[in-house]
């Protein structure tokens, strides 16, 4: 795939992520993502919602180079990902990410500091350098007096600041977050979302972050909703988590894709599955348009749709004529 | 600063180990036990070889030889470099013997050999047996301990100063074939002095010969084989006849000039052992041969070199024994060589258990930007620091492990008063040391990069999961271990059959031609079948510790006691691979532990019984001379019967043998063993014995009867050579006998090739012999007497009262002997089994205990939830010892089941080994106490449930919040 210069300068490019998990015995496999398209800049603010199971930490995964897709790509800054091993990633997850799990992911038989200070000697940071760096970047998350403690003692807001300072003190281009306040309580949350804005602010630096939460997902520039490990929607700065309906943006993925919500599927079911699309203008606005074709014959039954790929399906064929999956 | 990273690293190192003692324990557990048992078995045979050698070198006659190396210096040259080395401190003493050193003579000339031989012409005169080389020493000779090592086991005495009769000393070997005892008078020996031909066609014939006679020599000494060997070397034991030198002078006008020409005399020397490094062979040579150029230097002639030649003659007995040591050196490896691939497993699970339990750890290094490179430095560094650790303990532990093989005077039985001996083997053992390093070293690094590659390649997501994947293995997998297990439990079977049966005696097995005996049987059936058996076991035993408990589920899950926690036990049962690594090596320790205990009992057993039916009474004594002695032993009041053991030498066919005679109302009393009465039984023999019939009935060794081709029934024809001394002739006569019976061990330590009469046929044999101018009483003159005592009688004190008798030679005491037995030259086996036992039993001990609660530790979130959920702490004890107990019982007896055939197929090697050694002569039974494998299972069951005990109360205990929270 050829990037264009554009693509180039984009901090994550990625095309086409499938994500499919072999099923145990005789269980199916499991799709967890299907065709994820996502561009970011650098110094974007995305939170990543839906609902449970829909994909979102499989993604945040596989856009770390923690897990590797089963199909698609992944760029940054133009540089594929996708085929590294993992030492090839190493300079990749020393340079460019930061992880931030919801349980923390200390190492437990270390206290704060060498949690923090053993990143840095990956890194090849000299001994008292990082012993410097740590405890600096540990007194600004408000933790120095808690630094020599183990994990175990740690509060569970205290622990996510070992983590986020794990994370900062390499200085990231991009924070991957997955639920970073899931474990806290109201206070806490505020602080560290506090402190991921003001390095959003003041690094430039891009977060990528899965969150349930209403007030977490506030702080991002925009919002993509995940359904059924698709890209169904974007929400701006108007987002109400809880009723994600009010405030969708239908996304058209870059490749001319365009993802619809189950309920809106639904909907337009009724109708069959032909349409005709046409861009209108109505003053300074563009809406599309979308009539039933006249013929969007199914032979009258009821319609229903494949779990894969989406398309209209007649359960009794057994077999999604389109992508083969069973219907069964 | 490369310092400071490297003081760092050790620092961050013995951190972790120190947070993690679980995970430590399991591998450390692994390389202190590999090293110490390499280094202890190295340590104890270096040790043991300088016991042997200093043994050796004790009991040898003289280890240096000089002769002249001209002719014009003869005996008295000798002698005068005898006396210039008196003084010297290496040199403990020294004579002049006149014969050969070796049985081949080599002059300077090249052509001809001068031979020494002598005959009992009238004893022998066809010759049968050969010429025996004579000896001739000065009147000092019983000066010199070199004469006290020939008369160390010796009746009579070394007496041959009086130059005007003729005095022989004789081995016990002419003795006994022409019934001579101290006293007898051998009316004519020849010795002649031949110059033979060595090489060409004419070779071996005498060119020039002077045979002398010697008329009535009278014995004045018979003597055990000299020389230090063990039972396995008798037969280099030498038929030498000893004279007086002045002898050879009467005979001077040809004999002496003709002997000095080839220059027939040696100057034997006998070192101060305390001046040689007898530790080291190689060394000690060059310290004899260093004395050996030395006393040369001191007989500088007037050629200004040296007139004397010398010769190492430790140097060719030692060879033998360094290659025994060797022999020793791989059945100590064989032994142990399971015992070392259980501490290499170990090891190697050990270390795959603390990588599991890194997994995740290893995962967030990666996530944090490690890469594999300083991962790995990580966790190999770690495995060096607890390496260096646990070789340094392991190396003290076999310095301890040696001692234990060395002071084991019986299995699990020690001599721990001797501290000298524990300071034998307190050293710095180089060879030890590297050897055990080494190969551990070696088996760690290899598992560290392997499995840690394994780990380290893992995805980050794959290794963050909480979990650990259940791999069966290969085996499993395609259920190869159950064929493993039928074939290891079918060969075992066959064992248990040949050794407890004679079912592979039956007529069908001879029409097909299977021997299991054969080597190819023995390579297919125990060879394989040992390993078979013992992997087989061991992989299928996760597989049987879950199947069994589940099948028998409604027996233990219907008590009451389980009621309430059954459907969490029978899940866990379903569902726990993190048991599966421990039952394999509890298998694997126990099966090890059975065998070493049951082969332990069973080898302190065989030399027990060996002892008791050598003696065959409570009390075996000999005597200097024939006679009747029966009166005299009977006076004591504690002897409750006697039974004298007279002997005749005869043949029969072309065997030769010798006729025990016994006394048929006694023999019953006697200890028999009833191996070799297969045709006919032991009491129906014994009982045949007794009853007179037409023809005298006897006993036949088995060994003879193969030879003689003779069965029960049939006659056979005992041939005694007559000696008539009025007419100077020797005759045949010849006594019909019946064959009643076989055996294989007679009481006395009569053997297989002998045969075993009552009194009236000897009577008859001697009457024949004496050309029937004998006339005996009631009593038949013997030098052997087997005696029993009454019960309740104080058999120590009873053998001092013996030991006063006249002419009293030599006593052996049952009890006294049993009880001695460890002291006796065991080779280490018992020490060795000792040693198997207790590592293998420590290394289930440390398995259980160290993995047990590893795996509880892993359940601790798991309790926590029940114990949120509402489960009483009870409840939470009853599940983990009910799930842990079902399985580990399991184990244990699988383990047990497997141990008890290992011993059964491992009994052949036992046996031969043992035969080798010389350390039991019956066969092999195996002896099953059942008490020991009941103690054995129970020590692992109680190591596991302490393990479990320990773990489920700081479960019980701990805080709720801090257990289900994630970390």
């Known amino acids: ?328 | 600063m490369g310092i400071m990273n490297i003081l760092d690293s050790a620092f961050h190192s013995f951190q972790s180990i120190l947070r993690n003692k679980r995970r430590s324990t399991a591998m450390i557990a692994g390389i202190i036990l590999g090293v110490s048992i390499l280094s202890g078995i190295i340590i104890y045979t270096e040790v043991l070889q300088q016991e042997n050698f200093e043994s050796i070198v004790d009991s040898a006659e003289y280890e240096v030889s000089f002769k002249v190396i001209e002719s014009i210096h003869g005996e008295s040259h000798l002698w005068d470099v005898s006396s210039l080395i008196q003084n010297d401190v290496r040199i403990e003493s020294s004579t002049v013997i006149t014969g050969p050193r070796t049985s081949v003579f080599d002059n300077e000339k090249n052509s001809f050999v001068l031979t020494l031989s002598s005959e009992l012409e009238d004893l022998d005169p066809e010759s049968e047996l050969s010429a025996f080389t004579p000896l001739f020493v000065r009147d000092n000779f019983t000066d010199t301990s070199i004469s006290d090592k020939i008369t160390s086991s010796i009746v009579g005495s070394f007496n041959l100063t009086s130059t005007e009769t003729n005095q022989t000393v004789i081995p016990e070997i002419i003795a006994t074939q022409f019934n001579l005892q101290v006293g007898s008078i051998i009316e004519h020996i020849n010795i002649t002095v031949a110059e033979t031909v060595e090489r060409g066609p004419s070779a071996g014939v005498p060119a020039k010969s002077e045979t002398f006679t010697l008329e009535n020599v009278e014995v004045t000494g018979i003597y055990s084989s000299s020389g230090g060997a063990a039972g396995l070397f008798a037969n280099f034991e030498s038929s030498k006849l000893y004279f007086n030198t002045a002898i050879l002078d009467r005979f001077g006008e040809n004999v002496m000039p003709l002997i000095n020409e080839y220059k027939y005399q040696y100057l034997a020397v006998k070192i101060n052992s305390n001046e040689f490094t007898i530790t080291d062979l190689d060394l000690m040579n060059t310290e004899i041969n260093t004395l050996i150029n030395d006393i040369s230097q001191l007989a500088i002639g007037e050629s200004g070199d040296t007139t004397i030649e010398g010769t190492n003659e430790i140097e060719q007995l030692l060879g033998p024994f360094e290659i025994l040591n060797v022999l020793l050196i791989i059945f100590d490896v064989i032994l142990v060589l399971p015992l070392v691939i259980l501490c290499l497993y170990l090891l190697s699970f050990g270390l795959e258990l603390a990588l599991e339990e890194r997994k995740r750890e290893i995962g967030i290094f990666k996530v944090q930007g490690a890469d594999s490179k300083q991962i790995f430095t990580m966790i190999r560094n770690e495995s060096l620091v607890l390496f260096s650790l646990g070789a340094t303990i392991g190396y003290l532990s076999s310095i301890f492990g040696a001692w234990i093989i060395g002071s084991a005077t019986g299995f699990m039985e020690f001599d721990l008063d001797n501290i000298n001996q524990f300071n034998q083997f307190v050293s710095f053992n180089v060879a030890a040391l590297v050897t055990s390093v080494l190969i551990i070293l070696a088996v760690l690094t290899i598992n560290v990069y392997k499995k840690g590659r394994e780990f380290i390649d893992l995805e980050v997501t794959e290794a963050v999961q909480r979990g650990s994947k259940i791999k069966k293995g290969f085996f499993r997998r395609n259920n190869l271990d159950i064929f493993m297990v039928a074939y290891g439990l079918l060969a075992g079977l066959i064992n248990i059959l040949i050794w407890e049966t004679q079912f592979f005696e039956a007529e069908f097995f001879k029409k097909i031609n299977f021997d299991p005996n054969t080597f190819i049987w023995t390579l297919i059936i125990d060879f394989l079948g040992i390993i078979f058996l013992w992997l087989g076991a061991a992989i299928s035993g996760a597989r049987i510790a879950k199947w069994l408990p589940q099948k028998s589920e409604r027996l233990f899950l219907s008590l009451p006691k389980l009621k309430n926690v059954a459907l969490i036990i029978r899940s866990g049962l379903k569902r726990r691979g993190d048991i599966d690594n421990l039952v394999f090596i509890i298998v694997l320790t126990l099966s090890i532990s059975t065998l070493a205990g049951i082969q332990g009992v069973t080898d302190q057993a065989l030399a027990e019984d060996t002892l008791e039916y050598n003696i065959g009474a409570d009390y075996k004594i000999t005597f200097s001379s024939r006679s009747n002695r029966s009166a005299d032993i009977m006076q004591y009041t504690g002897v409750k019967e006697v039974m004298e053991l007279p002997t005749v030498s005869a043949s029969v066919l072309s065997s030769s043998t010798t006729v025990y005679g016994m006394n048929p109302d006694i023999i019953s009393s006697l200890l028999w063993h009833d191996l070799g009465f297969e045709e006919v039984s032991l009491e129906k023999a014994l009982a045949d014995f007794k009853v007179k019939g037409d023809i005298p009935k006897v006993m036949i060794g088995t060994l003879l009867a193969e030879e003689l081709t003779a069965s029960i029934g049939d006659e056979i024809n005992l041939r005694v050579k007559i000696a008539d001394p009025v007419e100077n002739v020797t005759d045949i006569a010849r006594l019909k006998v019946k064959v009643i019976g076989t055996f294989n061990h007679a009481p006395g330590g009569v053997d297989q090739d002998s045969i075993v009469a009552n009194y009236d046929t000897i009577t008859e044999l001697q009457s024949l012999i004496a050309n029937n101018t004998l006339v005996y009483d009631d009593q038949i003159p013997a030098n052997t007497y087997l005696v029993n005592a009454k019960n309740g009688v104080d058999k120590n004190a009873l053998e001092r009262d013996f030991t006063s008798l006249e002419g009293y030679n030599e006593i052996r005491n049952v009890e006294r002997e049993i009880s001695e037995i460890g002291q006796e030259n065991n080779y280490g086996i018992p020490g060795l089994l000792t040693m198997m036992y207790l590592t293998s039993l420590i290394a289930s001990i440390i398995s259980a205990f160290a993995f047990s609660a590893i795996i509880m530790e892993r359940r601790k979130r798991e309790f926590a939830v029940l114990q949120t959920v509402g489960a009483t702490s009870t409840q939470i004890y009853t599940t983990a010892f009910g799930e842990n107990f079902l399985v580990m019982l399991t184990s244990v007896i699988w383990g047990t089941i497997a141990g008890l055939g290992l011993s059964y197929l491992m009994n052949g090697f036992f046996a031969f080994i043992g035969e080798f050694l010389g350390r039991g002569e019956l066969p092999r039974t195996i002896v099953l106490e059942w008490n020991t494998l009941i103690i054995n299972g129970l020590i692992i069951l109680v190591g596991m449930l302490s393990a479990t005990l320990i773990s489920v109360i700081s479960s019980v205990r701990q805080d709720l919040t801090e257990a289900t929270r994630t970390i």
């Not at chain 1, 065709?35 to 650098?42: P, T, Y």
């Not at chain 1, 800054?77 to 340079?95: C, M, Q, S, W, Y």
């Not at chain 1, 809106?264 to 563009?286: A, C, I, P, R, T």
Request: overall charge neutral; aromatic content about 6%; hydrophobic content about 35%.
């Open chain 1, 1 to 328: 795939m050829e990037l264009t210069e554009t693509q180039s300068k984009q901090l994550i490019l990625a095309r086409n992520l499938y994500a499919i998990y072999k099923g145990k015995g005789d269980s199916q496999n499991v799709v967890a993502l299907s065709g994820i398209n996502l561009d970011m800049k650098d110094g974007e603010f995305i939170s990543i919602v839906g609902p449970s199971g829909s994909g979102k930490s499989s993604l945040l995964r596989i856009l770390g180079g923690l897990q590797n897709p089963s199909a698609g790509r992944i760029f940054y800054h133009g540089n594929e990902i996708t085929k590294l091993d993992e030492d090839a990633l190493v300079p990749f997850r020393r340079n460019y990410i930061g992880y931030v799990f919801q349980e923390g992911n200390l190492i437990p038989t270390q206290s704060a500091f060498m949690n923090v200070v053993q990143t840095l000697r990956f890194a090849g940071v000299e001994r008292n350098d990082a012993r410097a760096r740590a405890t600096e970047t540990l007194d600004k998350l408000g933790i120095k007096h808690r630094m020599h403690a183990l994990p175990s003692k740690l509060s569970g807001g205290e622990r996510q600041r070992v983590a986020i300072a794990r994370t900062l003190v390499m200085k990231p281009k991009v924070i991957f977050a997955d639920e970073p306040t899931g474990n806290l309580d109201y206070e806490n949350s505020e602080a560290v979302m506090g402190l991921f804005k003001d390095l959003h602010r003041e690094e430039n630096t891009a977060f990528l972050v899965v969150t349930h939460s209403k007030h977490t997902s506030k702080y991002a520039d925009r919002s993509i909703e995940l359904r059924d490990g698709r890209f169904v929607g974007e929400h701006g700065l108007d987002m109400d988590i809880d009723d994600l309906d009010l405030s969708r943006k239908v996304l058209i993925q870059p490749d001319g894709t365009l993802n619809l919500p189950l309920e809106m599927l639904k909907l337009l079911s009724m109708y069959g599955n032909l349409w005709d699309f046409s861009v209108v203008k109505e003053g300074d606005s563009h809406y599309i348009k979308a009539t039933p074709a006249e013929v969007s014959d199914l032979g009258g039954h009821k319609h229903e749709f494949c779990p894969v790929c989406k398309k209209a399906v007649k359960p009794s064929d057994g077999q999604c004529n389109s992508c083969g999956a069973s219907l069964m």
